[in-house]
């Protein structure tokens, strides 16, 4: 990693960002959002959903396009794998909103990347979602990110 005089350009509008911050500060009503999906079932453990839309800044919200999503789960749970398991889905809605906040954080402190990947793990003993177990936790048992930066910054730099 090399620390550069150039302008640094991670492609977010930190200026934006920080008047957004700003702006709902002073009007806390604004701030409050509603995310939402709609979901259709297919068939055994397969649905398709959909997201289009959103509450927030005191209105509703369009996204310029519908984003779809199948979601299925693998063969190895007598289903036909027609999607990523709602699981998955979770951690890639984390992973995306970490890596996000990589590249925010990065131009607010003006360091330039140059490549920035993240992988998550999610463990978790299923059988806790099939019942079979009362004692085993439904859920996480732990979820771990490990990032791979390439940055023009020292390592003492990135970490803080």
């Keep these: 990693m090399t620390i550069t005089d150039s302008p640094v350009d991670n492609g977010v509008n930190v200026a934006a960002l920080l008047g957004a911050r700003e702006a709902l500060s002073a009007a806390p009503e604004a701030a409050q959002f509603t995310w939402r999906a709609s979901c259709t ?3 055994g453990t397969h649905s398709h959903s959909t997201v289009s839309g959103f509450t927030g800044l005191g209105a509703q919200q369009q996204h310029r396009s519908t984003y779809e999503f199948d979601v299925d789960h693998p063969e190895c749970f007598a289903s036909e794998d027609n999607g990523a398991t709602p699981v998955e889905i979770v951690l890639v809605g984390l992973v995306g909103c970490l890596t996000a906040g990589v590249a925010a954080v990065a131009q607010h402190r003006g360091i330039q990347l140059r490549s920035v990947s993240a992988t998550i793990e999610g463990e978790m003993d299923v059988l ?21 930066i390439d940055a023009d910054a020292s390592r003492e730099t990135s970490r803080r």
């Design 41 to 43: 079932w297919r068939n």
């Design 128 to 148: 806790g979602i099939l019942g079979a177990d009362p004692s085993v936790r439904n859920g996480f048992e732990a979820v771990t990110v490990r990032f791979a």
